[in-house]
Structure formats: structure tokens, C-alpha cells
């Protein structure tokens, strides 16, 4: 088995096991926290695996996010057997050990843009699965306000949440 078919068949099981998109970064990190690879090898077979139509990928915010198509799901059934027992362990412990935090980060997203040459629009949200269940854009007059609610939705998301929904359901 070629090394950068197993990598894909690698990605392919891991997104099939979580039943949620992951980022790139969140899948990158596996990879190369345990060297199996390069970010440089794994981003050609992130491509050739799009251009199959085994993965797709959806832009939200400057942040890449992979789901597994019915393609993918059927090559991976059909040579899945190939991935080694011990390379399928190391994947479900880190899968088991991550994957509340990798469900919870895959489902927070905050991030801004410039929208004059004055604002900066911050757009905060939570996912569940595809859809989105609470969003919210906001409108500050600096960069470095907005990388800070940024960070502070990354933070502070379950409270506001509850907060603005206690409120408008009163």
C-alpha cells in the first residue's frame, strides 16, 4: 500500500468514526503529533481526495472543514481492511482521548473580516453537525477588538448562548 493511500484511507476512517466535520487543523494535528506524515503530504492527499469526490470540504471563516461523501465512505468499506490493526488502535484512542474536544471545537467558530476602512465585523456561531443553531455578528472599530471576541466566544460560547437564549425566550 502505497503511504499516501494509506493516508487517505487514514482520513477517510477518521471522518467516518466522528460523524462530524473536522478541520484541517484538527486532522493535521493527529498526523503530525504523531509523525506519520508531513502537513505538505497531507495537504496533496486533502486535494486529490477532493478532486475524487471522497471528501468534501466547506469554507466557513478562513477555516477548512471535511466531511465524508457517500464515494468516500464506499472506498473506505471497500479497502478500509488495508489500514494496519495498530494504525486503527493509535486512530480510535486518539479518537477516544479527543473527541469531545474535537466536536466542540469543529462546532465553535468565531472569526472576523475588515468591513470599511473603519469596522471589522465579527461573526461568532455554533454547529451542530451542518447546521448552525445560534449565530451572531458583531461590529467593532478595531483588529484588535475583534481578534478578543474572538477569542472570548472561543472561550465564553455556552454562557452567552444560555444568556441570550434565557432572554429571548422570557
Known amino acids: 500500500l502505497e503511504p499516501l493511500t494509506l493516508y487517505k ?3 477517510l476512517y477518521l471522518l467516518k468514526q466522528v460523524k462530524f466535520p473536522m478541520t484541517n487543523s484538527q486532522i ?13 503530504t497531507l495537504q496533496q492527499a486533502f486535494n486529490e481526495m477532493l478532486e475524487a469526490h471522497l471528501i468534501t470540504v466547506e469554507e466557513i ?16 468499506d471497500f479497502f478500509g481492511d488495508r489500514i494496519s490493526p495498530q494504525i486503527l488502535e493509535d486512530m480510535d484512542a486518539y479518537l477516544k482521548e479527543n473527541g469531545v474536544r ?3 471545537q469543529a462546532g465553535v467558530t468565531a472569526d ?8 471589522y465585523t465579527v461573526h461568532c456561531e455554533v454547529r451542530e453537525g451542518k447546521d448552525v443553531v445560534f449565530a451572531v455578528d458583531v461590529v467593532v472599530p478595531t483588529e484588535e477588538q475583534a ?7 472561543r ?8 444568556y441570550a437564549m434565557k432572554e429571548l425566550l422570557k
Open 28 to 40: 493535521s494535528d493527529f498526523f503530525l503529533s504523531r509523525e506519520y506524515t508531513t502537513y505538505y
Open 61 to 76: 471563516h478562513h477555516n477548512s472543514r471535511y466531511e465524508l461523501t457517500r464515494e468516500g465512505e464506499e472506498t473506505l
Open 155 to 162: 472561550e465564553n460560547n455556552q454562557k452567552i448562548y444560555s
Open 112 to 119: 472576523y473580516s475588515r468591513l470599511n476602512s473603519r469596522d
Open 147 to 153: 481578534e478578543l471576541v474572538c477569542a472570548n466566544w
Open 102 to 104: 474535537l466536536r466542540d
Open 9 to 11: 484511507l487514514m482520513v
